[in-house]
Nanobody
Framework: QVQLVESGGGLVQAGGSLRLSCAAS????????MGWFRQAPGKEREFVAA????????SIADSVKGRFTISRDNTKNTVYLQMNSLRPEDTAKYYC???????????????WGQGTQVTVSS
């Protein structure tokens, strides 16, 4: 089992920045690819970013490319999502997830956190 706890969400004005963190515990963190997804009210869960076990390979959704960056620190069992130039349409609950192989499909992921709310005001 892997337990995931997200933090860093909040209310920010458009154009602002937030950094989300996802702390993992349980099984060896370094063996897992990690992903960030988001879900706005009334919408389906949407892929945001993913990173492989070493941090050497990342993928970013087109909707956030150039504004969001994913990274990880395996010494701290933590994955990050740096979000810059935030827009009202980025408002959603953000979830981190762990999988043996990272990717953009939610079904690949075995473990999920409870999510952290990000609200961007215009």
């Amino acid at each position: 089992q892997v337990q995931l706890v997200e933090s860093g969400g909040g209310l920010v004005q458009a154009g602002g920045s937030l950094r989300l963190s996802c702390a993992a515990s349980g099984r060896t963190f370094i063996g897992y690819g990690m992903g960030w997804f988001r879900q706005a009210p009334g919408k389906e869960r949407e892929f945001v970013a993913a990173i492989n076990w070493s941090g050497g390979s990342t993928s970013i959704a087109d909707s956030v490319k150039g504004r969001f960056t994913i990274s990880r620190d395996n010494t701290k069992n933590t994955v990050y999502l740096q979000m810059n130039s935030l827009r009202p349409e980025d408002t959603a609950k953000y979830y981190c997830a762990a999988a043996y192989s990272s990717g953009s499909t939610a079904g690949l992921y075995d473990y999920w956190g409870q999510g952290t709310q990000v609200t961007v005001s215009s």
